[in-house]
T-cell receptor, first 114, second 110 residues
Framework: GAVVSQHPSWVICKSGTSVKIECRSL??????MFWYRQFPKQSLMLMAT?????????EQGVEKDKFLINHASLTLSTLTVTSAHPEDSSFYIC??????????FGSGTRLTVV | QKEVEQNSGPLSVPEGAIASLNCTYS??????FFWYRQYSGKSPELIMS??SNGDKEDGRFTAQLNKASQYVSLLIRDSQPSDSATYLC??????????WGAGTKLIIKP
């Protein structure tokens, strides 16, 4: 079956620093990658959609200069949270989509900014 | 505004009984419908996908879709304590983005 690997699974960083989260599709080529954020007791909130080789499309209210998304290949997408602040603490989840594979989710990254 | 509505619960069901989860959606153009299970602190896990009207069964799970009523449901037979989780309904739009419901928290009581 389709597998998406997401790393790290958790990270603690100091306020003002940057954090990179990787999302890899291991056994298929992802047409599209989606990045979500989930706060406690809330549903998933789509942050951005990215297609390989093109700029990500950000949802309204998501700062593209703060949440940098790179989708350099069909198997790798990265999300960098720049100048992180405590309010950025959340559960970040990537999802990869490809024809015939549907939507496959990574295991998520718990980010805590102190 | 495309919306997916779910009762947030919690829905409490005795072990061994049938759990019934419901979802309505607003976009008549939606073609693909998904049920995900999410345990606390974990990523969503696909339970069922359904694309055409009617029922689709997979083990203890049955998804039901009624496009005329814009309604999709998930039945869990012989509920087990391990089924206790939040169940998320998701519907895709024309851009292949998933529109998510808020989720229903299901509690299976032993």
């Amino acid at each position: 079956g389709a597998v998406v690997s997401q790393h790290p699974s958790w990270v603690i960083c100091k306020s003002g620093t940057s954090v990179k989260i990787e999302c890899r599709s291991l056994d298929f080529q992802a047409t599209t990658m989606f990045w979500y954020r989930q706060f406690p007791k809330q549903s998933l909130m789509l942050m951005a959609t990215s297609n390989e080789g093109s700029k990500a499309t950000y949802e309204q209210g998501v700062e593209k200069d703060k949440f940098l998304i790179n989708h350099a290949s069909l198997t790798l997408s990265t999300l960098t949270v720049t100048s992180a602040h405590p309010e950025d603490s959340s559960f970040y989840i990537c999802s990869a989509r490809a024809t015939g594979y549907g939507y496959t989710f990574g295991s998520g990254t718990r980010l805590t900014v102190v | 505004q495309k919306e997916v509505e779910q009762n947030s619960g919690p829905l409490s069901v005795p072990e061994g009984a049938i759990a019934s989860l419901n979802c309505t959606y607003s976009d008549r153009g939606s073609q693909s419908f998904f049920w995900y299970r999410q345990y606390s602190g974990k990523s969503p896990e696909l339970i069922m996908s359904i694309y055409s009207n009617g029922d689709k069964e997979d083990g203890r799970f049955t998804a039901q879709l009624n496009k005329a009523s814009q309604y999709v449901s998930l039945l869990i037979r012989d509920s087990q304590p391990s089924d206790s989780a939040t169940y998320l309904c998701a519907v895709n739009d024309s851009n292949y983005q998933l529109i998510w419901g808020a989720g229903t928290k299901l509690i299976i009581k032993p």
